[in-house]
């Protein structure tokens, strides 16, 4: 887990400045390194049903005592596992976030440190001196294909956390026709079928999303409500057959595109519901956090945004102004306790 430092050590590092605060990013950083690298060891698997000593762990991920018992150690220090006596075990924190299960981060960890990392690696650099990366993380997948499952499979995850707060603030007519916008790995759209029986939900994305959102549909129940149109959002028919739709999500889909971009995609979206239509917008923007964590979370989504796609996080007005320009009245926005920044818009077509 993150290092927290005990009262001691926040007085002397922290607020007298007496000793090197980095040093704290410097294990922070370690530690994302040794808990991707136990993940991909299958560490934390092989202790998901009982305690290990070291030689026993050691012949489970076929590794070499001497060299898993440092991995180990750093990892208890940290707060992934426990020791007693010889015996290790899960923390009750690795089995609740880092175990196979619906709520599990580990494929996210697995993203950041198989893709997003490396990905900063070559270009933070370069994206911070010049305004731009030499090409953005879709554009690199696109050139290594092989990568896109675990990135799919990485943002699934990430959404299955703050599934249940966004599916539970949005509010559906009855039988409705949904169309998720940028949808990818399908868990808003089967999270919001399994919440409303009688509505339909058509996920919208390129073609390599297809495989994890159908696997997404399939293991909610609600595949047989759920379809996936694959194309791209920017140029391609957004309502094919010309019904129109009752509600449309756009979940994290607007960082990845400027002022001029979003305001012709919500156009978009605004001529593919029916008059009196709701579009829910769901992202990280600029300046709506609150706490210390909040504000460093939000920076860091900043960069991220600017390394890997070219763009900034925007701002609430800013995107209150494109929904309005775009024939949206926006009727509210929802925050939420445990994402800092994520915010919620709600708005209506109006013409």
């Given at each position: 887990?993150?290092?927290?430092?005990?009262?001691?050590?926040?007085?002397?590092?922290?607020?007298?400045?007496?000793?090197?605060?980095?040093?704290?990013?410097?294990?922070?950083?370690?530690?994302?390194?040794?808990?991707?690298?136990?993940?991909?060891?299958?560490?934390?698997?092989?202790?998901?049903?009982?305690?290990?000593?070291?030689?026993?762990?050691?012949?489970?991920?076929?590794?070499?005592?001497?060299?898993?018992?440092?991995?180990?150690?750093?990892?208890?220090?940290?707060?992934?596992?426990?020791?007693?006596?010889d015996d290790y075990a899960n923390t009750a924190m690795t089995r609740a976030w880092l175990l196979d299960d619906p709520e599990s981060v580990a494929p996210w960890l697995r993203f950041w440190d198989e893709v997003a990392f490396p990905f900063w690696d070559e270009h933070l650099e370069?994206?911070?001196?010049?305004?731009?990366?030499?090409?953005?993380?879709?554009?690199?997948?696109?050139?290594?294909?092989?990568?896109?499952?675990?990135?799919?499979?990485?943002?699934?995850?990430?959404?299955?956390?703050?599934?249940?707060?966004?599916?539970?603030?949005?509010?559906?007519?009855?039988?409705?026709?949904?169309?998720?916008?940028?949808?990818?790995?399908?868990?808003?759209?089967?999270?919001?079928?399994?919440?409303?029986?009688?509505?339909?939900?058509?996920?919208?994305?390129?073609?390599?999303a297809r495989e994890v959102a159908t696997e997404t549909a399939e293991q909610a129940g609600a595949g047989y409500r759920i379809a996936f149109e694959a194309g791209d959002y920017t140029t391609d028919p957004l309502d094919s057959d010309g019904e129109g739709y009752d509600v449309a999500?756009?979940?994290?889909?607007?960082?990845?595109?400027?002022?001029?971009?979003?305001?012709?995609?919500?156009?978009?979206?605004?001529?593919?519901?029916?008059?009196?239509?709701?579009?829910?917008?769901?992202?990280?923007?600029?300046?709506?956090?609150?706490?210390?964590?909040?504000?460093?979370?939000?920076?860091?989504?900043?960069?991220?945004?600017?390394?890997?796609?070219?763009?900034?996080?925007?701002?609430?007005?800013?995107?209150?102004?494109?929904?309005?320009?775009?024939?949206?009245?926006?009727?509210?926005?929802?925050?939420?306790?445990?994402?800092?920044?994520?915010?919620?818009?709600?708005?209506?077509?109006?013409?």
């Open positions: 887990m993150p290092v927290a430092p005990n009262a001691l050590e926040r007085l002397v590092l922290l607020r007298l400045n007496r000793g090197p605060g980095p040093v704290l990013d410097l294990v922070g950083g370690a530690s994302e390194r040794a808990v991707g690298l136990a993940l991909e060891m299958g560490v934390f698997d092989a202790l998901a049903d009982k305690p290990a000593t070291l030689p026993e762990l050691a012949e489970w991920v076929d590794c070499a005592p001497e060299g898993l018992d440092p991995l180990l150690g750093f990892l208890v220090a940290l707060g992934y596992l426990s020791r007693d006596g370069t994206a911070v001196r010049t305004g731009n990366p030499p090409q953005t993380l879709y554009e690199w997948l696109d050139d290594h294909p092989e990568h896109w499952r675990v990135t799919h499979e990485g943002f699934r995850a990430a959404a299955a956390v703050l599934a249940p707060a966004v599916i539970g603030k949005l509010d559906l007519p009855e039988g409705a026709r949904v169309l998720d916008v940028g949808g990818g790995h399908g868990l808003y759209a089967a999270e919001l079928a399994a919440e409303n029986p009688d509505a339909t939900v058509t996920v919208f994305d390129s073609e390599h999500l756009l979940f994290n889909v607007v960082h990845a595109h400027d002022g001029a971009e979003t305001t012709a995609l919500l156009e978009r979206v605004h001529e593919a519901l029916r008059p009196g239509g709701t579009l829910y917008v769901l992202d990280q923007f600029e300046g709506t956090a609150r706490t210390a964590l909040g504000r460093a979370t939000v920076g860091f989504v900043g960069l991220t945004y600017l390394v890997t796609l070219g763009q900034r996080a925007h701002t609430v007005d800013d995107v209150e102004d494109w929904l309005e320009e775009a024939g949206f009245t926006v009727e509210g926005r929802e925050s939420f306790l445990t994402a800092p920044g994520l915010s919620l818009f709600v708005a209506e077509r109006t013409n």
